[in-house]
Antibody, heavy 123, light 110 residues
Framework: EVQVAESGGGLVKPGGSLRLSCAVS????????MNWVRQAPGKGLEWVSS????????YYADSVKGRFTISRDNAKNSLYLQMSSLRAEDTAVYSC????????????????WGQGTMVTVSS | QSALTQPPSASGSPGQSVTISCTGT?????????VSWYQQYPGKAPKLMIF???KRPSGVPDRFSGSKSGNTASLTVSGLQAEDEADYYC??????????FGGGTKLTVL
């Protein structure tokens, strides 16, 4: 059975830091590009960051570039998001999501999602 | 404000068809055949319904179909069923390893 479970969310003050984790099981984790996607309360989805299967390629949305760092540990089947200099507008549910591949090619769609972990930035 | 524009709501009666639009620009929807659609129930994770404009993942009913014309993509749900009532989000590749999403459409089955 495939399972995706995020953790590490919570309440943090503006300017603070937080590290999110995502544990994945039931797939060959090291085969896939993984992503973080967030959803502010009552709002739409926002892609945050992605990391290639080996961990050497990372990409960020302009809104988080320079403040967030994505990483992974393929030996532990885990994805991470280190968040710093947090702002009120970073308040959201953060989910990890797998990039769907078809015959080895990326589809730029996300086919496996976790339930997410809530991050609240407030004084 | 989301990069892609969706109507906030849509509705239809059981058995009818409903189409949800998603408007972007030539830098995202119009520039790539990488449009995706997601279904989300309250408090649940999104589910991929359509990828690469019109392709359905295994297990998605063929009542769901996708299309694109210029900078606008569409999701059509035919033969509406009660369980189709959910939020639907569109997504598109926007270049430079960036994906953008719409603000979501709440589909109500009357």
């Amino acid at each position: 059975e495939v399972q995706v479970a995020e953790s590490g969310g919570g309440l943090v003050k503006p300017g603070g830091s937080l590290r999110l984790s995502c544990a994945v099981s039931g797939i060959i984790f090291s085969d896939y590009t993984m992503n973080w996607v967030r959803q502010a309360p009552g709002k739409g989805l926002e892609w945050v960051s992605s990391i290639g299967s080996s961990g050497s390629d990372t990409y960020y949305a302009d809104s988080v570039k320079g403040r967030f760092t994505i990483s992974r540990d393929n030996a532990k089947n885990s994805l991470y998001l280190q968040m710093s200099s947090l702002r009120a507008e970073d308040t959201a549910v953060y989910s990890c999501a797998r990039l769907k591949m078809v015959v080895g090619a990326p589809t730029n769609a996300f086919d496996l999602w976790g339930q997410g972990t809530m991050v609240t930035v407030s004084s | 404000q989301s990069a892609l524009t969706q109507p906030p709501s849509a509705s239809g009666s059981p058995g009818q068809s409903v189409t949800i639009s998603c408007t972007g620009t030539s830098s995202d929807i119009g520039g790539y055949d990488y449009v995706s659609w997601y279904q989300q129930y309250p408090g649940k994770a999104p589910k991929l319904m359509i990828f690469e404009v019109y392709k359905r993942p295994s297990g998605v009913p063929d009542r769901f179909s996708g299309s694109k014309s210029g900078n606008t993509a569409s999701l059509t749900v035919s033969g509406l069923q009660a369980e189709d009532e959910a939020d639907y989000y569109c997504g598109s590749y926007a270049g430079s390893n960036n994906v953008v999403f719409g603000g979501g459409t709440k589909l109500t089955v009357l």
